[in-house]
């Protein structure tokens, strides 16, 4: 009985069935969909690429113009943190850890000078103490000073002694100086040549003529206020007078200061001493402070608008 199919109802007709699809129609199916998959999948990575670039972009322009600056800054702060290291133990050694007071009890057998007599000895070993040249206009040395201002305009001598100058002097940089030595008297401010490096080769020709006038009795002392400025300092005259390390210290040629006291604190001690000291003050120094005008030499660069505008930008 359960097959014999049901009857049919008279008037209808059976369905007609759905014809199967074809093998390549599925494969068309499947290829548009991978296609559309492919193509939002490249756009994205589109998206991506694009990102990248302007990522890589913004930081080449962020960090690429400053890295230069940032690594000369932390070379000359290196620079001047090891030379003021080397100074503070140099000081260390020689400071008195106890020291015994002293005192002086006159005599009754010793003579009492007259007070005109004693003011005069006073007055004329304080002028003995000071050089000739330097209390003057250095007339008497005007053709020294000349005759090495032009020797420095001509071939540099790479091979010269330490203290003498190894680089050549533009005609500008030689009339600056000869507008010092002869005019101002060692004594006043020059337009900057808008360069710290120009500065300190210009400051390295009046150091040269300077031992020839003195010798050894002199130290020069140069005040800039930030570490970095000490460190382009310290780098250009080593390089114009063939330094070495060394000739950077309380007991050497040159000593680097940040702070103005110090620097006159320096200074006092060494004309007590009998010596002169040659004082160098950095154009980013707005202020000469009045102290540093009682010292017999002193040159002081003036900065331009422009390179104040550029100490002022710098970080």
Not at 57 to 79: C, E, P, V, Y
């Given at each position: 009985m359960s097959d014999i199919p049901p009857p049919t109802e008279p008037g209808s007709e059976p369905l007609p069935q759905p014809e199967p699809a074809t093998r390549d129609e599925l494969l068309e199916l499947a290829l548009l969909d991978l296609r559309e998959?492919?193509?939002?999948?490249?756009?994205?990575?589109?998206?991506?690429?694009?990102?990248?670039?302007?990522?890589?972009?913004?930081?080449?322009?962020?960090?690429?113009?400053?890295?230069?600056?940032?690594?000369?800054?932390?070379?000359?702060?290196?620079?001047?943190?090891?030379?003021?290291?080397?100074?503070?133990?140099?000081?260390?050694?020689?400071?008195?850890?106890?020291?015994?007071?002293?005192?002086?009890?006159?005599?009754?057998?010793?003579?009492?000078?007259?007070?005109?007599?004693?003011?005069?000895?006073?007055?004329?070993?304080?002028?003995?103490?000071?050089?000739?040249?330097?209390?003057?206009?250095?007339?008497?040395?005007?053709?020294?000073?000349?005759?090495?201002?032009?020797?420095?305009?001509?071939?540099?001598?790479?091979?010269?002694?330490?203290?003498?100058?190894?680089?050549?002097?533009?005609?500008?940089?030689?009339?600056?100086?000869?507008?010092?030595?002869?005019?101002?008297?060692?004594?006043?401010?020059?337009?900057?040549?808008?360069?710290?490096?120009?500065?300190?080769?210009?400051?390295?020709?009046?150091?040269?003529?300077?031992?020839?006038?003195?010798?050894?009795?002199?130290?020069?002392?140069v005040l800039a206020g930030e570490p970095e400025r000490l460190g382009e300092w310290r780098r250009g005259l080593q390089d114009c007078l063939g330094l070495a390390r060394e000739d950077f210290g309380p007991n050497s040629g040159i000593v680097l200061f940040e702070r103005p006291d110090a620097l006159i604190e320096r200074a006092d001690r060494l004309e007590e001493r009998g010596e002169l000291p040659f004082i160098v003050i950095d154009a980013a120094e707005q202020v000469v402070d009045i102290p540093v005008l009682q010292f017999p030499l002193w040159l002081a660069f003036a900065a331009t608008a422009n390179e104040l505008a550029l100490e002022q930008d710098l970080p």
């Open positions: 998959r492919r193509a939002a999948l490249l756009s994205e990575i589109e998206g991506l690429e694009q990102r990248r670039r302007q990522l890589e972009t913004d930081l080449n322009g962020s960090l690429s113009g400053r890295a230069d600056g940032i690594a000369r800054r932390l070379k000359g702060f290196q620079d001047y943190l090891v030379v003021a290291l080397q100074d503070l133990a140099s000081q260390a050694e020689l400071m008195d850890l106890v020291v015994q007071p002293l005192q002086v009890q006159p005599s009754p057998l010793d003579p009492v000078p007259e007070a005109p007599a004693a003011a005069s000895m006073a007055a004329t070993a304080a002028v003995q103490q000071i050089p000739p040249a330097a209390a003057g206009q250095f007339s008497q040395d005007a053709e020294l000073i000349r005759d090495r201002l032009t020797s420095f305009q001509g071939q540099p001598d790479f091979y010269a002694d330490p203290w003498k100058l190894r680089r050549s002097l533009e005609p500008a940089a030689a009339a600056l100086l000869d507008d010092w030595f002869l005019n101002q008297g060692g004594r006043g401010a020059q337009a900057s040549t808008g360069s710290r490096n120009r500065n300190a080769l210009i400051t390295a020709g009046a150091v040269a003529i300077l031992g020839d006038l003195y010798g050894d009795r002199f130290q020069t002392l």
